[in-house]
T-cell receptor, first 109, second 120 residues
Framework: EDQVTQSPEALRLQEGESSSLNCSYT??????LFWYRQDPGKGPEFLFT???AGEEKEKERLKATLTKKESFLHITAPKPEDSATYLCAVRTPGGKLIFGQGTELSVKP | GAVVSQHPSRVICKSGTSVKIECRSL??????MFWYRQFPKQSLMLMATSNEGSKATYEQGVEKDKFLINHASLTLSTLTVTSAHPEDSSFYIC????????????????FGPGTRLTVT
């Protein structure tokens, strides 16, 4: 069964305290792993797509990496405006996105 | 990035009435649109997938007669919640995947801002 598990469920950081979010997945034929940011009451905002193990992508303070079993979203020197829920999703061969439960990140000044 | 809009952003309706939610891709043509619902503190659950000009494909457990989906053009899809009940109250989010491909040869998927439905 295709499955995505994110950890931790919630993460509280001090401003400037770097950390990583984990996304473990099992899927029969990965067609892309996606990271989204979701603010309360809003739709998910696209961050990254990774397609093959070893691939890395960066955007400002965020860096996403991918292995055959998991992906990490590294946050370097986070700021309060980085507070949000971060969603990981995998695309199946059928084209569907399977989402994890998300990690709720809170960055305190 | 590509922009997807939804209307309305919030709607309150009485039990037994029907509500229509619109989803538009503003700067690209969407061959495929997806409808999700999200309960508080939970992740997105796919309800249905629709391709322009075709009938929607519903996920297991989603009533197709209750959640009517129309994808009449490459920029517009609608979700109609018929005979709404309080348990249909949720956050409904649409997503669109475009005709064009990214540099990796894949189609990216973009989400709308969501519609908060409250059935009283």
């Amino acid at each position: 069964e295709d499955q995505v598990t994110q950890s931790p469920e919630a993460l509280r950081l001090q401003e400037g305290e770097s950390s990583s979010l984990n996304c473990s997945y099992t899927v029969s034929g990965l067609r892309g792993l996606f990271w989204y940011r979701q603010d309360p009451g809003k739709g998910p905002e696209f961050l990254f797509t990774l397609y093959s193990a070893g691939e890395e992508k960066e955007k400002e303070r965020l860096k996403a990496t991918l292995t055959k079993k998991e992906s990490f979203l590294h946050i370097t020197a986070p700021k309060p405006e980085d507070s949000a829920t971060y969603l990981c999703a995998v695309r199946t061969p059928g084209g569907k996105l399977i989402f994890g439960q998300g990690t709720e990140l809170s960055v305190k000044p | 990035g590509a922009v997807v809009s939804q209307h309305p952003s919030r709607v309150i309706c009485k039990s037994g009435t029907s509500v229509k939610i619109e989803c538009r891709s503003l700067d690209f043509q969407a061959t495929t649109m997806f409808w999700y619902r999200q309960f508080p503190k939970q992740s997105l659950m796919l309800m249905a997938t629709s391709n322009e000009g075709s009938k929607a494909t519903y996920e297991q457990g989603v009533e197709k007669d209750k959640f009517l989906i129309n994808h009449a053009s490459l920029t517009l899809s609608t979700l109609t919640v018929t005979s709404a009940h309080p348990e249909d109250s949720s956050f409904y989010i649409c997503s669109a995947r475009g005709l064009g491909v990214s540099e990796t040869g894949m189609h990216e998927q973009y989400f709308g801002p969501g519609t908060r439905l409250t059935v009283t």
